[in-house]
């Protein structure tokens, strides 16, 4: 599996974007970045994926290099329900389906 | 109507005793996990099953066996429960291997404190 780095800690003031980074150098071709969250006492959440091209959906904007080392999820008016821990993960594609979760990035969204 | 439900939400036991937490998802998926996360918050996956089929087992000790029944239930048995198994379990389910890159659709947990 290709390995993430992500920042341990980061702090968002409440309506502000959050630029949650992550480094994955030994990204495969064929292996795809997947963020996914994890509020206090629940299960993960699902947010968003890509390949290549910079995605958006209802929730974040996900913007990957063009070289694929390093991608940036984007919440971009964050509030206090977005305080979570965020996984960037890279799919081990073949193998076996699984997602390998890292440390994450613990995001405080404050007021 | 809940995707992915476990049952119980919280487990306290005591060592030895044997006990199982139940997985149900009505999303029509064909794959299946157990993860684990532990005190230290890190999530470790335990198993994935792809219809009844078991296609990951990450060196979880043999006391803790998995069963399918069909494809919408994965259900997690443990023998001889110990100190070290307490955590937090976490049932999940994803689209057919192979299929794409879906999201995995994850329940809410199970508590499970081994006294």
């Known amino acids: 599996d290709a390995k993430t780095t992500q920042p341990p800690s980061m702090d968002c003031a409440e309506g502000r974007a959050a630029n949650l980074p992550c480094n994955h150098s030994t990204i495969s071709g064929n292996e795809y970045v997947y963020w996914y969250r994890q509020i206090h006492s629940q299960g993960p959440q699902y947010i968003i994926h890509g390949l290549k091209n910079n995605e958006t959906n209802e929730m974040a904007s996900l913007i990957i290099t063009e070289d694929r080392k390093s991608s940036t999820l984007i919440l971009p008016h964050a509030t206090l329900r977005d305080t979570a821990v965020y996984y960037c993960?890279?799919?081990?594609?073949?193998?076996?389906?699984?997602?390998?979760f890292g440390a994450g990035t613990i995001l405080r969204v404050k007021s | 109507d809940t995707a992915v439900s476990q049952t119980p939400k919280y487990l306290v036991t005591q060592m030895g005793n044997d006990k199982s937490i139940k997985c149900e998802q009505n999303?029509?998926?064909?794959?299946m996990y157990w993860y684990k996360q532990d005190s230290k918050k890190f999530l470790k996956i335990m198993f994935s099953?792809?219809?009844?089929?078991?296609?990951i087992n990450e060196t979880v000790p043999n006391r803790f066996s998995p069963k399918s029944p069909d494809k919408a239930h994965l259900n997690l048995h443990i023998n001889s429960l110990e100190l070290g198994d307490s955590a937090v379990y976490f049932c999940?389910?994803?689209?057919?291997?192979?299929?794409?890159?879906?999201?995995?659709?994850f329940g809410s947990g199970t508590r499970l404190t081994v006294v």
């Open positions: 999940a389910s994803s689209p057919n291997v192979g299929r794409g890159n879906y999201g995995y659709t």
């Open positions: 993960i890279v799919r081990a594609f073949l193998d076996g389906n699984k997602l390998v």
């Open positions: 099953y792809n219809n009844k089929e078991l296609i």
């Open positions: 999303l029509g998926h064909d794959t």
